[in-house]
């Protein structure tokens, strides 16, 4: 009997609901504060004409330079295709499907189990507490079976830090049976959170890093996974023998130079200050019944009816992120900090929407 093309396909795949990034979800935006990219580009000159020839696997000047970014060791650094395949390259060589797990808690970010679904593997949920912040005795309860746990820290789509006590626990409890993985996709933020300085004490920690956010190359794909050696030459086996093309490689160790940081720097501290006056703002507009502190570049707020608010600036050309399905954040949108001018155009949106108070008193 003949199969469709469907049919031939593997179980897992055909059940998988792709993760929808905020380019695949569309819209006529004019003012896209749906994916925590930089609101502005730089221009960059490409200095490599070697395209005749296979890039390095692992560029040396890349390498060397986010290591001394980051305050590691070269034999401790991997770049890959976006912290994104670093998410798929832990989940390959450490879980076996059908038998191992991963963990992670949401409300958190989508890519941990699509990654796994794809591979084939069990993904087990622990929510996070009301305050956002991990549940060890419940994690503990669910460790059998878990090699790979995923803590996003700062947390997107919720803009807090994990508490440190409680990533120390959490290594303590997985020492010598998981690997723990803290995303630090936002580190730049709140760069004195890092834990790359704890890479010394557990040899299970692994930290992603990338280029997406702060850095403003969302579109170049490049990440960072930080470990000790021995899980950096686990990854190696797995990794793709180009995983970067030369310009990407080129592009990167010039955002890694001095004068690269010094700009990424700069950045960040322009987006901190918009993001105090975007938070002070949404405190003031009715629509809004809760703001939640941030250490990123984006503001996750509470809306009342979100799902019209959401429309009314998708209408305006302006595109925020609906977190309203995951777990804990029913009538939340999440709005990357642009430029300020960008932010003001959705604060003119929300001004005029009435909160809950409002239309109770109509009635
Ligand atoms: C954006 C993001 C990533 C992915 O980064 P890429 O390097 O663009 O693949 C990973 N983790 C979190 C939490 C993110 O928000």
């Known amino acids: 009997m003949s199969s469709t093309i469907e049919d031939l396909a593997r179980d897992n795949v055909r059940a998988l609901t792709p993760y929808q990034s905020a380019r695949r979800l569309g819209g006529n ?30 560029p040396k000047a890349v390498i060397e330079r986010y290591a001394a970014y980051a305050g590691v060791q070269p034999e401790q650094v991997l770049v890959s295709r976006g912290a994104d395949e670093g998410i798929e390259l832990l989940i390959r060589a450490f879980c076996e499907p059908g ?28 929510p996070a507490l009301e305050d956002w912040q991990l549940d060890l005795p419940a994690i503990a309860e669910q460790l059998d079976g878990v090699k790979v746990l995923f803590v996003c820290s700062p947390n997107n789509p919720t803009g807090n830090l994990i508490n440190p006590d409680d990533l120390r626990q959490l290594l303590a409890m997985t020492a010598g ?20 300085g704890w ?23 490049c ?25 990407v490689a080129d592009i990167a160790a010039q955002a890694l130079s001095e004068a690269g940081l010094a700009l990424m720097r700069s950045n960040v501290a322009d987006v901190l ?36 608010v959401f429309k009314t600036l998708w209408d305006q050309g302006i595109i925020l992120r ?20 960008e932010c003001e155009r959705v604060i003119s949106a929300l001004r005029p929407l009435a909160g809950a108070g409002l239309s109770l008193e109509q009635a």
């Open 99 to 126: 038998k191992d797990a991963v963990l992670y808690c949401p409300p958190t970010y989508g890519m941990y189990s699509v990654s796994a679904e794809t591979i084939g593997v069990e993904y087990r949920t622990v």
């Open 273 to 308: 200050s918009t993001r105090e006056w975007l938070i002070e703002q949404l405190q003031s507009c009715d629509c809004v019944e809760a703001v939640f502190p941030s250490e990123t570049n984006y503001v996750l707020a509470r809306f009342s009816a979100s799902s019209n």
């Open 177 to 196: 049976k998981a690997i723990v993985v803290a995303d630090e996709a936002y580190i730049e933020f709140c760069p004195q959170a890092t834990l790359a």
């Open 29 to 58: 935006g004019d003012v896209w504060l749906n994916a925590n990219e930089f609101a502005q580009t730089q221009t960059w000159q490409l200095t490599q004409q070697t395209l005749n020839r296979y890039p390095e696997c692992q």
């Open 322 to 341: 609906d977190q309203n399905k995951q777990p804990s954040l029913s009538g939340c949108l999440r709005i990357t900090v642009g430029t300020r001018a």
């Open 199 to 221: 890479l010394k004490e557990y040899p299970h920690l692994v930290i992603l890093r990338t280029l997406s956010k702060a850095f403003a190359l969302a579109g170049l794909r």
């Open 223 to 247: 990440g960072f996974t930080l470990a000790n050696k021995p899980v950096i030459d686990l990854l190696m086996k797995v990794i793709a023998p180009y995983p970067l093309s030369t310009p």
